[in-house]
């Protein structure tokens, strides 16, 4: 969760692509509009600070509580993460 708080803070969309599971609804092959969006949220916000709640990891899927702090008020979302081939992606998340 950490690094991809950094990748948007910035300005790294690849590494959002890169870390985001397919059974994403944002997920698509055609990562040029994806990518513009991602750059537009990271140029057009103010990254403040992280704080990382509950964390359950298992095997395969894990969970992660956070509050990420911007300049347009507080964003708190339980993240489902997935292990696939060694490496976690972003699945999902319910926000508060």
Same mark, same amino acid.
């Given at each position: 969760? !950490?690094? !991809? /708080?950094?990748? /948007?803070? &910035?300005? &790294?969309? $690849?590494?959002?692509?890169?870390?985001?599971?397919?059974?994403?609804? $944002? /997920?698509?092959?055609?990562?040029?509009?994806?990518?513009?969006?991602? &750059?537009?949220?990271?140029?057009?916000?103010?990254?403040?600070?992280?704080?990382?709640?509950?964390?359950?990891? @298992?095997?395969?899927?894990?969970?992660?509580?956070?509050?990420?702090?911007? $300049?347009? @008020?507080?964003?708190?979302?339980?993240? !489902?993460?997935?292990?696939? $081939?060694?490496?976690?992606?972003?699945?999902?998340?319910?926000?508060?």
């Amino acid at each position: 969760m !950490r690094s !991809r /708080y950094s990748a /948007y803070s &910035l300005n &790294l969309a $690849d590494y959002i692509l890169k870390t985001t599971h397919p059974n994403n609804p $944002d /997920y698509t092959v055609e990562t040029s509009l994806w990518k513009q969006s991602i &750059l537009e949220f990271s140029h057009n916000t103010q990254f403040l600070g992280l704080k990382i709640g509950e964390f359950i990891d @298992g095997e395969t899927v894990a969970y992660v509580t956070f509050d990420a702090i911007l $300049d347009s @008020g507080s964003l708190k979302e339980k993240s !489902r993460f997935l292990k696939e $081939d060694g490496k976690w992606l972003y699945e999902s998340g319910s926000f508060d």
